[in-house]
């Protein structure tokens, strides 16, 4: 394997599908020969109980990372890794599934619910299926762009990267969600 999306930002292209892809801004955080593994950053978890998203006084917002194992819970950290069972993204970002960890750090302010963003689920590709996708253009790879991945950015994400883009995208941008009522 030559090239490699990993830390990349994959926005999707319109489509009719409107499964959970449709309009999704997705962070890759590995990809390799054995395939892709990412979260998605724009859509909120909707099905989660209210109840528990204010977990021990702590308003916290839960997305969906993606399709595969919604069961599970990946949380995206800005700063150093506490521990070896973090996952580097870049030089401001981890990865965990210790919720534990973060809740503790949480709790005796070592970290602010500013600096974390839960999912449950992620995004994964077999091999050479993104690679795929990326050439019939249902992703847009954009190797550099300023983005905090804690914050909220709920639906507007798609849009503004879209905008950003310019050209051809801005039609994309301003497209109805239902492509079908254009």
Not at 5 to 30: A, N
Not at 56 to 77: M, Q, R, T
């Amino acid at each position: 394997m030559n090239f490699s999306y990993k830390g990349k930002i994959l926005i999707s292209t319109p489509d009719i599908s409107g499964d959970i892809f449709s309009r999704s801004v997705v962070l890759i955080i590995e990809h390799d020969e054995n395939g892709a593994f990412g979260l998605i950053l724009n859509k909120k978890n909707t099905e989660i109980d209210p109840n528990l998203l204010n977990i021990l006084d702590l308003p916290i917002e839960i997305f969906n990372g993606g399709p595969v194992e919604n069961d599970k819970i990946f949380i995206i950290v800005k700063g150093t890794p506490t521990n070896e069972f973090a996952l580097k993204i870049n030089e401001q970002y981890y990865l965990t599934e210790d919720i534990l960890t973060i809740l503790t750090e949480l709790l005796e302010n070592r970290l602010s619910i500013s600096d974390i963003k839960l999912f449950s689920g992620y995004s994964g590709w077999s091999a050479q299926q993104l690679e795929s996708e990326i050439s019939r253009k249902l992703w847009i790879p954009i190797e550099h762009y300023p983005l905090d991945y804690t914050l909220s950015h709920h639906q507007s994400l798609w849009k503004k990267m879209m905008e950003n883009l310019g050209g051809q995208f801005l039609i994309w941008a301003n497209t109805p969600e239902d492509v079908s009522m254009n």
